[in-house]
């Protein structure tokens, strides 16, 4: 079959029960990760939390960034237990650890406990980031990869919204400890609800294969396509993931660190790892974590405005991530980045401009387009980097290197978490608006090296990615392999000069 024809193949598959049940269940991992920021977000400005735990801006740094030091934790191990167990392991471990940490949240009597709850929730989020994002890319079928893995964080606006109105809701608890009681405890509902569904999902066909299962595997590739065993495309998927699994075991590719610092492996760690700065120092977790401090320097004092605010804002966070979803595929994975990434650098300048202008003068105009550019930020962020987020790791890394190059990845964006959620309180205290105008600068570098070093992945199925950096397609059961010539005929132009870069 010529991968034309293929891609006539890919392009009419639709998302069955099976490839359904996979994301929806995945997509619970990115609302309990969104929840969580935009909990932190709404406590902050709530007067029962910060009295009740007579906080300073050191605790209130501590507590907001005790997730991500969990996860840090974590995070050499998850990549060993999902290779050695199965995806779906990751996924049963991060659900119960994120309930037990809501429980112990809604539970504290004082701020060390109320940060060890944080710390395991921190340990559940980073099971769950490493075991879904690699879950749902080896797990759907290759025309709905993009999307699922774009909808998989993009969902993490749902999470976002969820906290933010609830948090709005129990505002009006005030001045009662329930008002940041429930919304904790809440935050185990979403992983408590997938629970039961975890049972009816497949395992990954990939890990199957790895695992000398053949038989499940290729059952697994039939039902998430929705076809027959026996049906072309799912035996061509089929050969490519087994001849590419034996010529990873063939060339020694082990699954641990050497492996992965060998060339050209370097370069795909290194784009994976690109995603860490990219989600995590832009600019949008400044306003997630702290946009009470953001609208105040703004002239918006009223917490109950403040928290309106951030409802508004979840939602069309994730009107619009869900678009750039749903738009990956067609204009590629370069131009999200790189469009997303620019205009948030444009709108995180004017805002700095706005604040240093209309911040303190009371402003009612002035005050608005402040707001309105905090809008337009995320917005843009949301459009391209949210779904990119778990999008582009899993598509740059080979089986051998999928799992623990995430975990890699996961630890690097809570490490850039942990200095987000640190300095920038100080920054904000102490310089207002130029903090915005040293992270757009920022963002102008992280531009340059993806302009630069990040290669297009659109179109390809996992194993096709590996022409672009091994120079070859690996095929079995009729002793082929698909060469540089055909293998161009299946990239782009961006995608050629990757190659013979």
């Not at 939390?49 to 050499?76: D, Q, R, S």
């Not at 706005?354 to 917005?379: H, N, Q, S």
């Not at 995430?406 to 809570?414: F, T, Y």
Request: a neutral charge.
């Amino acid at each position: 079959m010529s991968p034309t024809e293929k891609k006539g193949f890919l392009s009419s598959v639709n998302m069955n029960p099976s490839t359904a049940l996979v994301v929806s269940v995945c997509v619970v991992d990115s609302v309990t990760i969104a929840y969580d920021g935009s909990l932190m977000g709404s406590l902050n400005v709530m007067e029962s939390y910060k009295n009740y735990f007579h906080l300073t801006t050191t605790t209130t740094a501590i507590n907001t960034c005790a997730t991500f030091l969990g996860a840090i934790l974590i995070g050499p191990f998850t990549g060993i237990l999902i290779n050695w167990k199965g995806r779906k392991i990751g996924l049963w471990s991060a659900a119960f650890v994120n309930i037990l940490g809501a429980i112990l949240a809604g539970c504290s009597t004082n701020v060390a406990m109320f940060i060890a709850a944080r710390i395991i929730i921190g340990v559940g989020v980073g099971l769950g980031q490493t075991a879904a994002s690699t879950y749902v890319a080896e797990t759907t079928a290759p025309s709905l990869r993009p999307f699922a893995l774009g909808l998989y964080f993009s969902c993490w606006a749902v999470g976002a919204l969820l906290a933010a109105g609830i948090s709005y809701g129990c505002s009006a608890l005030e001045p009662s400890n329930n008002a940041w009681r429930v919304p904790s405890f809440l935050q185990g509902m979403m992983p408590l609800a997938i629970v039961p569904l975890l049972y009816f999902i497949p395992e990954s066909p990939r890990w199957l294969a790895f695992q000398d299962r053949r038989e499940d595997a290729l059952a697994v590739l039939a039902r998430i396509n929705g076809k027959t065993e026996d049906d072309e495309e799912v035996q061509l998927q089929f050969q490519e993931i087994i001849g590419s699994l034996e010529y990873e075991k063939s060339e020694g590719n082990s699954m641990g660190l050497n492996s992965m610092l060998k060339k050209p492996s370097r370069k795909r760690l290194l784009l994976a790892l690109s995603i860490a700065p990219l989600a995590m120092l832009t600019g949008s977790n400044v306003i997630t974590y702290y946009f009470g401090s953001m609208l105040t320097q703004a002239g918006v004092e009223d917490s109950t405005i403040q928290l309106q605010i951030n409802v508004i804002l979840s939602s069309w966070q994730l009107v619009v991530a869900i678009l750039g979803s749903s738009l990956a595929e067609k204009l590629g994975r370069r131009f999200l980045a790189l469009f997303s990434l620019g205009t948030c650098s444009a709108f995180f300048y004017i805002l700095a401009g706005l604040t240093a202008r209309f911040g303190t003068a009371g402003d009612k105009a002035g005050t608005y387009g402040t707001v309105a550019c905090i809008f337009l930020f995320l917005g843009a962020y949301a459009f391209g980097i949210t779904p990119l987020t778990a999008m582009y790791a899993p598509e740059v890394l080979p089986y051998n290197m999928r799992a623990n190059g995430i975990a890699m990845q996961g630890i690097l964006i809570k490490s850039c978490g942990v200095l987000v959620t640190l300095a920038f309180p100080y920054m904000l205290e102490s310089i207002g608006w130029k903090t915005y105008v040293i992270n757009a600068s920022w963002n102008i570098l992280l531009w340059a090296y993806i302009w630069f070093q990040w290669v297009e992945t659109r179109g390809l199925t996992l194993e096709e990615v590996d022409a672009i950096f091994d120079g070859e397609v690996h095929m079995t059961g009729q002793n082929t392999i698909i060469g540089k010539a055909e293998k161009d005929s299946i990239v782009d132009d961006g995608k050629k000069s990757a190659i013979m870069a």
